[in-house]
């Protein structure tokens, strides 16, 4: 909101308890709106100029932080992930501007280092919804024991995908 004063942002997230957080933190900022999960297609259907997916995933950029997502890591559950990020991707789609103008994009990101979940996404978006990939970035785990915690930093992936 800082960084784009003219922006009208739209926000939602699945999970309940998140979605209240949402509506708190943004309750005083008249340019955020918080929607409803099942809301959003309507308050927003090709208008987008960015749609930021921040998709679930394995979480395997973030183990220093969350150990417990190591033992929730296997390939069923990966190639569940998988599926469920290409359908967030997809309902993102009808979401993106379309007036001839400069056309919407997909900020695609996880905290996973799984190619599978990153790049073969972007490449699966490219193929199947003729997206480009704009720029991409890959931010591997720094840091380690006895270092500062400013020299920390977890594992990412995002890109930015056009049509």
């Not at 939602?12 to 943004?26: C, G």
């Amino acid at each position: 909101a800082r960084l784009f004063p003219e922006a009208e942002i739209v926000a939602r997230y699945v999970d309940s308890v998140r979605y209240e957080v949402l509506e708190r933190t943004f309750a005083e900022l008249d340019r955020v709106r918080v929607v409803p999960f099942e809301g959003i297609r309507d308050a927003c259907l090709e208008a987008a100029d960015l749609v930021l997916l921040d998709v679930p995933c394995s979480n395997t950029g973030v183990l220093a932080r969350r150990v417990e997502a190591r033992y929730r890591y296997s390939t069923r559950r990966r190639e569940q992930l998988v599926g469920v990020q290409r359908q967030i991707i997809a309902e993102a789609i009808p979401l993106l501007k379309r007036d001839g103008g400069t056309p919407g994009r997909i900020l695609y990101s996880t905290c996973s280092l799984d190619p599978e979940e990153n790049q073969a996404q972007a490449k699966w978006a490219s193929r199947w919804h003729h997206f480009s990939v704009e720029r991409e970035h890959v931010r591997m785990p720094t840091g380690g024991p006895g270092d500062p915690p400013t020299g920390y930093s977890d594992g990412a992936y995002a890109v930015l995908l056009s049509q």
